[in-house]
């Protein structure tokens, strides 16, 4: 089989939620398949620890890794065209933008009936409506200009199940999948992939509490047929599969990461 089919060579990636965990080596894995990287950051996170990461990750790519500044919390959604997509366009090398990861997500664990309504309309925010309105406005400029694109979400596990004190969450994630199905259907004849992953437990500061609680750990672990949590490492593969070649018939589907 030909290494062409996974080359990202001559793409340009913009990815959410990669300046640390999952995201941070789905941006090490589109690199070092050749892709140019860009990467949307808050502003009270250095992307520098990430930009030496990635850039010293592969020997063939030269491209620099760029970024964009912006909190996907407060940014207005009718700024996502020129605060993001027209920004990504202008710093990329190749001057057009093929690839989008939403990769960016909160979680906030609480009995719902106890969840703070400002905590909830936030979770909803990240993980679901910013999303869909960026996904909006990179598939329009696809269309736009004739370019044939990919799209990954990052779901979860808890978008096919429900979870202890994570309705947000669950909600969030659960209409990420619909969402990426539903727009699959349409964008696909366009020649624009849309598909996901959904990681299962992995060791990022997102699942830290239950890494060092002993006897959840230890449930968890006993639960994971591969015997072992997964790594940040284990996305490189899943995303690149998903937005190179090698997935050119696939569309609208959830590629579950669990071990």
């Keep these: 089989m030909s290494a062409e089919l996974f080359s990202l060579k001559g793409r340009t990636a913009l990815i959410t939620g990669a300046t640390n965990g999952i995201g941070q080596y789905m941006a090490v894995g589109l690199y070092e398949a050749g892709a140019e990287v860009i990467i949307i950051h808050r502003p009270s996170t250095d992307p520098e620890p990430t930009r030496k990461l990635v850039e010293e990750s592969s020997d063939s790519n030269t491209t620099n890794v760029k970024f964009i500044q912006a909190d996907l919390e ?31 997500g909160i979680q906030y664990r609480s009995k719902f009936e106890e969840a703070d309504n400002k905590e909830i309309s ?24 004739n370019i044939k694109g990919h799209v990954v979400m990052t779901c979860s596990l808890l978008s096919f199940q429900g979870g202890l004190y994570t309705v947000p969450y669950s909600t969030s994630k659960g ?7 539903a727009i699959a259907n349409e964008w696909a004849p366009l020649g624009i992939h849309v598909n996901g992953i959904a ?18 750990n230890r449930q968890i672990s ?18 690149v599969f998903l937005c190179s070649k090698a997935s050119d018939y696939v569309f609208g589907e959830c590629l579950v990461v669990d071990g």
Excluded: C, M
């Design 122 to 145: 936030k979770v909803l925010h990240i993980n679901l409506i910013f999303p869909i309105q960026l996904t909006k406005s990179f598939g329009s400029y696809l269309i736009k200009n």
């Design 199 to 216: 990681p299962g437990y992995i060791q990022t500061k997102l699942t830290k509490k239950l890494e060092v609680d002993e006897v959840r």
């Design 222 to 239: 006993e639960r994971i047929p591969y015997g072992r949590w997964g790594k940040p490492e284990d996305f490189k593969g899943p995303v």
């Design 74 to 104: 407060t940014l207005p959604i009718e700024d996502i065209d020129s605060q993001i997509i027209e920004k990504a366009v202008k710093l990329s090398d190749q001057g057009k933008i093929d690839i989008l990861v939403n990769n960016a």
């Design 175 to 181: 209409g990420l999948l619909q969402f990426l199905k």
